[in-house]
């Protein structure tokens, strides 16, 4: 009930590619679905989140999609460039309620030159 | 966005020793902040959430009394990893809110990486 499980595990993408990571989650109670990034030896970095009322949100070159039926949503980095490599998770929180995160498993993106 | 500030950012230390972690919320007051557990290539596993003027919630399977959690600022959290021992050697993070109820946001440190001999 309280898992989000993310895909895929790894991802390599060509520079100037699109990188698309997708998450699923269970609970109903989730109400807000941050997207953070991490490079090796370094805190998550918040990149994009967004809230159930709304289906897609865009900042920049990030995009998240977000389908409240399927209890799916994604995260689509377009113009994809080798400074994106990091790990990205996708966490999900009921901010009415506990307000924790749960993390997904993360994904490795590595965009090639 | 906030800023949240953790420090060492790493540390070694003996078998049977002590080791504290700050985490500080520099630009804004945090009465919650999150510590994190996080071994190589794994994802962030919470260990406690931290309120600033009462006791710790650990969550389930988390020894509090190894580790000990201080929350006596609006802007400092510490962790203290006491007795420490190998199997404890990992990467701590903790994270701090910013908002109240629906619109509150986690701004995460940027974690110590603790060494156990």
């Known amino acids: 009930q309280q898992q989000v499980k993310q895909s895929p595990q790894s991802l390599i993408v060509q520079k100037g590619g699109i990188s698309i990571i997708n998450c699923a989650y269970e609970n109903t109670a989730f109400d807000y679905f941050p997207w953070y990034q991490q490079f090796p030896g370094k805190g998550p970095a918040l990149l994009i989140a967004i809230r159930p009322d709304v289906s897609e949100k865009k900042e920049g070159r990030f995009t998240i999609s977000f389908n409240k039926s399927a209890k799916q949503f994604s995260l689509h980095i377009m113009d994809s460039q080798p400074g994106d490599s990091a790990t990205y998770f996708c966490?999900?929180?009921?901010?009415?309620?506990?307000?924790?995160?749960?993390f997904g498993k993360g994904t490795k993106l590595t965009v090639n030159p | 966005g906030a800023v949240v500030s953790q420090h060492p950012s790493w540390v070694i230390c003996k078998s049977g020793t002590s080791v504290k972690i700050e985490c500080r919320s520099l630009?804004?007051?945090?009465?919650?902040m999150f510590w994190y557990r996080q071994f190589p290539k794994q994802s962030l596993m919470l260990m406690a959430t931290s309120n600033e003027g009462s006791k710790a919630t650990y969550e389930q399977g988390v020894e509090k009394d190894k580790f000990l959690i201080n929350h006596a600022s609006l802007t400092l959290s510490t962790l203290t990893v006491t007795s420490a021992h190998p199997e404890d050697s990992s990467f701590y993070i903790c994270s701090a809110r910013v908002g109240q109820g629906k619109k509150n946001i986690q701004y995460f440190g940027a974690g110590t990486r603790l060494s156990v001999l």
């Open positions: 630009d804004f007051q945090a009465t919650t």
């Open positions: 966490a999900a929180s009921n901010q009415g309620g506990s307000e924790k995160l749960v």
